[in-house]
Every structure is written in structure tokens, then in C-alpha cells.
């Protein structure tokens, strides 16, 4: 977050609980504007209950929520022209067309004639769906319907979007085209709270991540960082014989806890693969002439984070 900038999202000491069952507790969290704050967790961790506590649908028991410094509680009417909210599930009439979905909402919206005609037209194209803007809905595709979902939650041009698990169920394909369409929105400057059980999808959108569970943060950082929080990286060194094998292992400080596997000529050396670290360890084979026939490195990734956080695996789901 830029210096002397507010942060577009600011939540304090959060809590709500369905009689004895505490869903949120007293969560803290702030989203900076202009980015792609990823929120994961497994089922039942919180994270659609702050989605619709976000987009004004539920109240909370208690705690603090400013959305560009205004009050969700003092002014929740405010907040709904700030906000557009896409949920797990495409909220599209199948019934009508494309168009009129879009027109639906701009009146729904109050945008008048004009100006709901000008948006709807921009964002059918933006989305490439002009072609089936007159078609019925119940026509498209699983990857059209999200993609109309939410064209239909910028009508209002929001200065923030919460995507609930907008990808599930979507074919490869279909999520990669919403990935580029939530990426072009951020660098226009929206700022985007995602919740999603896809790894791979918090990797590849998120400038940050926190991780949700048992309703509290349990970490909080780049992707990047999330992942130096667990161990287990490591590279491999591969040598064409034993003798080599043998050198390079002495070369190392025994403390330094390296595997050699005579078996398959490889030497695993724990690290956190950085470029400086990679480079201490060529420069000391190198300096006794000692060749390596291949090198890999291994970091953790985010479903190592998620496991070791939670305590239990991320959802696998695979589309075939």
C-alpha cells in the first residue's frame, strides 16, 4: 500500500457465530486498494459468511468494517454503490438474454436508458459475448454464464469486487479466460477480494493471500512469503558417478543436513532456493572441481502452505 494511502479494505476484531458455533473470530484484516487480496480456506472456515457480511447481506455480531474509510454499519448504502459481489453460484435469469440481463440490472441499478444501453454494450464486449448477447442465457456455457455474472456485478462500476469461488466448476479453459478478466480489472485499478479453494488460482492472481481457518487469519503475505513458512525445499544435485557423489557430500558442513542416495547419484541439499543460495553451493563444487550433470530445485507451494496451516488437504478437483 502506497504511503499516507488508506487501505481499500479495513476489518477489526470481526466476529460472528450461529449460537454456539463461532464462524468468524474477531478477524482482523486489511486489503490494500488496487490489488488482488486472495482469501483461502477450507469448507466451512468463514469465508463466504465474509462475503455477505462484505456485500451488506448479513450483520455481524460485532467489529469494525470501513470500505474506503466508510462505515459498513453507519452507511451500508454507501458501501452498495462501492461494491459488486459475483457468488459461487452465477446469479443470471436463464430466461432472458445476455443484453437483457445486463439491462436488468442497469435499471435496477437506476442508471437510466442511455447510459445502462452504453455500459451493457462496453462489457458484452469486453467479455466476448457480443455474439450471443441475444441468445437465452440457459443457451451459454458454464464459462459464458460467469463471465455475464460478472459483467452484470461491474453495471454498477465498483471500486471493489468480491469474488466468491467464482471459477468452480469450470472447465480449464473457462477459468483461464476469467483469470485474465479479473487480472485486466485489477491493473484498471479495482481492488478484488477473492475466496477460492484453487491453489493454483490464488498463485497466479493474488498480490496477497491469507489463509482462513477456524475463522481466524492463520497467515498473511505474498505468495511468496506464505511459502517460505513451510520447510521442505530443497535442491538436487545430480553426478554422473559415486566418487563425485562421495566429494560433493564431504564438501558440505555436515550440519547442513544433505541426503546423498548413492542409488540414484543425487545429493538433496536443504534450501530455500534462492538465486544466492544456488550460487554458494556451485561456487563450492566449482572450487573443487567437482561437475554436476543436472541440478533441480524444489520450493514448497501453496498446497504444502494450505496443508501445514489447516491441517488437512485442499479440496482436489480436477475437470476432465
Known amino acids: 500500500m502506497t504511503s499516507g494511502q488508506p487501505p481499500a479494505l479495513s476489518i477489526r476484531r470481526l466476529h460472528k457465530a450461529y449460537g454456539s458455533l463461532v464462524v468468524l473470530d474477531d478477524l482482523d484484516l486489511e486489503v490494500s486498494a488496487g490489488t488482488v487480496f486472495a482469501l483461502l480456506g477450507p469448507n466451512g472456515a468463514g469465508k463466504t459468511t465474509l462475503v455477505r457480511i462484505l456485500a451488506t447481506l448479513s450483520r455481524p455480531d460485532r467489529g469494525e468494517i470501513q470500505l474506503f474509510e466508510h462505515d459498513l454499519a453507519k452507511a451500508p448504502d454507501t458501501i452498495r454503490r462501492l461494491i459488486g459481489v459475483t457468488g459461487q453460484y452465477a446469479a443470471v435469469d436463464g430466461v432472458l438474454t445476455g443484453a437483457e440481463n445486463l439491462r436488468l440490472t442497469g435499471r435496477l441499478l437506476h442508471l437510466g436508458k442511455d447510459e445502462t444501453r452504453r455500459r451493457g454494450d462496453a462489457l458484452l464486449e469486453r467479455f466476448d459475448l457480443v455474439d450471443a448477447a441475444d441468445k437465452p442465457v440457459a443457451s451459454y456455457s458454464g464459462g459464458m ?117 548413492p542409488e540414484q547419484l543425487t545429493l538433496q541439499v536443504p534450501s530455500d532456493g534462492s538465486a544466492v543460495e544456488i550460487k554458494r553451493l556451485l561456487d563450492r563444487f566449482a572450487e573443487l572441481d567437482i561437475a554436476i550433470e543436472q541440478l533441480t530445485v524444489h520450493t514448497p507451494d501453496l498446497d504444502d502452505v494450505f496443508f501445514a496451516l489447516t491441517g488437512q488437504p485442499t479440496r482436489t478437483e480436477v475437470s476432465a
Not at 476469467?178 to 485486466?184: F, N, T
Not at 481492488?191 to 497467515?219: K, M, N
Not at 505468495?223 to 564438501?251: N, S
Open 145 to 261: 454464464r460467469r463471465r455475464l455474472d460478472l459483467a452484470m456485478s461491474l453495471m454498477g462500476e465498483p471500486r471493489v469486487v468480491f469474488l466468491d469461488e467464482p471459477t468452480t466448476g469450470l472447465d480449464p479453459r473457462s477459468r483461464r479466460d476469467l483469470w485474465s478478466a479479473i487480472r485486466e480489472l485489477a491493473a484498471e485499478g479495482t481492488t478484488i477480494l477473492l475466496t477460492t479453494q484453487y491453489l493454483e488460482e490464488a498463485d497466479q492472481l493474488a498480490d496477497r493471500i491469507a489463509v482462513l481457518d477456524h475463522g481466524r487469519i492463520v497467515a498473511d503475505g505474498t505468495p511468496a512469503e506464505l511459502k517460505r513458512l513451510v520447510p521442505g525445499g530443497h535442491i538436487r544435485f545430480r553426478f554422473t558417478d559415486r566418487a563425485l557423489l562421495t566429494a560433493a557430500t564431504r564438501a558440505l558442513d555436515p550440519t547442513a543436513g544433505a541426503q546423498p542416495d
